[in-house]
């Protein structure tokens, strides 16, 4: 589409004061006039175009671990419910009962995927709200029965995870954080001796977000389900890339998010096994039957129900384009670039994530330098009080320094083609070479 800027000249417009400028694909469209022939909202989203930072355009976009470009056919799918369908669920009107039937309907598409009822499903706000409402809700249950439960997760799970586990340890709850191996995996074994009669909930994640090592949750679950302890999973990552029958994984709490398969931002879901004991942690109207109060948002639950069938359906054609890709960036770099380490598991790996530590340089830097050629990556590091931290995925994991603090994140999606893998494995031995140089002259 052109995104030039062209006023509107057409000689009987009522706004000839206006300063309103027009895409010109736009204004081909709408027959020229800047008002008169369209609706103010072509006028408002025009704003938000102005940003250079709204479309990608040509950046080659490698960071499908943080998040995914919503599908085009899910955009289509969820308009109806603003325009047409935008009645509130619970009402008992026809405008109601019509969005209450695409709920339901979207609600019975995520079961069918996840091979459970619809009502074990949740609507959450996402990811975190998910993990949260695990979390929170089965230890209060916990707390009815047992004054100080304990609880196991692992040290390289996700914030949403980790934090929630510390603030709940903060209000008396004890935590065991597992440790992990080189590769950032929980042995069954280890998890079987860390089970105490107290124990009342294990999270562990199927797909680690970092470095894309893989999990043996049905191993891990059977352990847990073996001492009648409820099982947890983050499959945040797993989704569109791992089966998510949460009958064969053998877990009892599950949670997704929609952004990650190319869905909508702001919405995702918890899985909750029947007769799983949890208390809802956030309380109001009855909605998602009293478990999560709040007016549906039915355009987004239809918009992840369909991104999730597609990612589904997706899912062999996505793995095997995605490793293809994933494997020759390893390749390359591994060949071309001295000092480089592949972070994760070699094979037990999500097929869309190469996480490489460049010793002797500042992942920010790179990151930097790539932004600027048109790539988008991440950085397995941040910046805290001032100094660089290495992820702490990879301090779990005893990545050594040089490379924890240079590891970079690329993760591929289905739109990124053989090309941009080469551009991108063109251009990071010259940018490594540069800063590894100017580290030195600094010393
Ligand atoms: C493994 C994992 N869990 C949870 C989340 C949080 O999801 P959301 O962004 O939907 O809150 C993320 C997001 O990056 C993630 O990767």
Not at 145 to 164: F, K, N
Not at 393 to 416: D, Q
Request: aromatic letters at 4%.
């Amino acid at each position: 589409m052109a995104h030039s800027r062209v006023r509107c000249h057409r000689s009987r417009c009522r706004f000839r004061a206006c300063t309103v400028q027009w895409r010109q694909a736009d204004r081909d469209v709408y027959g020229g006039c800047c008002r008169e022939n369209t609706e103010s909202v072509n006028i408002v989203t025009s704003q938000f175009d102005d940003s250079p930072e709204m479309s990608l355009g040509t950046t080659i976009y490698l960071d499908h671990a943080a998040t995914t470009p919503t599908d085009p056919a899910v955009i289509e799918a969820m308009l109806p419910f603003w325009h047409e369908t935008w009645g509130n669920p619970s009402s008992l009107y026809a405008a109601g009962r019509q969005a209450r039937a695409a709920l339901d309907r979207a609600r019975a598409t995520l079961a069918e995927i996840l091979h459970c009822h619809p009502r074990e499903i949740t609507l959450t706000s996402g990811g975190s709200e998910s993990d949260n409402l695990a979390l929170r809700g089965v230890v209060a249950e916990a707390r009815r029965a047992t004054p100080q439960p304990h609880l196991i997760t692992s040290a390289v799970e996700h914030h949403a995870v980790l934090h929630t586990a510390m603030a709940l340890e903060k209000e008396g709850i004890d935590v065991t954080y597992m440790p992990v191996d080189a590769y950032g995996m929980v042995s069954p074994n280890d998890l079987a001796a860390a089970i105490r009669p107290e124990t009342c909930l294990v999270s562990i994640m199927d797909a680690n977000n970092e470095v894309g090592t893989i999990n043996p949750i049905a191993e891990l679950a059977a352990v847990a389900r073996a001492r009648h302890i409820p099982f947890h999973t983050d499959a945040v990552q797993a989704a569109g890339a791992l089966p998510l029958d949460v009958d064969a994984l053998g877990v009892d709490l599950l949670s997704l998010s929609a952004h990650k398969f190319n869905g909508p931002k702001g919405i995702g879901l918890l899985y909750t096994r029947r007769g799983t004991r949890w208390t809802p942690q956030i309380t109001g109207g009855g909605q998602e039957t009293n478990r999560r109060a709040g007016t549906e948002n039915v355009a987004y639950a239809v918009g992840m129900a369909v991104a999730l069938a597609r990612a589904e359906v997706e899912r062999p054609r996505a793995v095997a384009h995605c490793s293809v890709l994933r494997n020759r960036l390893i390749e390359r770099v591994r060949a071309e670039i001295p000092d480089v380490r592949l972070n994760g598991h070699p094979t037990r790996r999500l097929a869309n994530n190469a996480n490489l530590g460049f010793a002797g340089v500042e992942a920010e830097s790179l990151l930097i330098l790539l932004d600027a050629e048109g790539i988008a990556a991440s950085a397995g590091s941040a910046c805290a009080s001032g100094s660089i931290e290495p992820s702490h995925v990879l301090t779990a994991m005893g990545v050594p320094e040089p490379y924890a603090l240079g590891t970079l994140r690329f993760s591929f999606g289905a739109e990124n083609t053989a090309d941009e893998v080469e551009s991108v494995a063109d251009l990071l031995p010259r940018l490594v070479v540069r800063l590894r140089s100017l580290a030195t002259l600094m010393v």
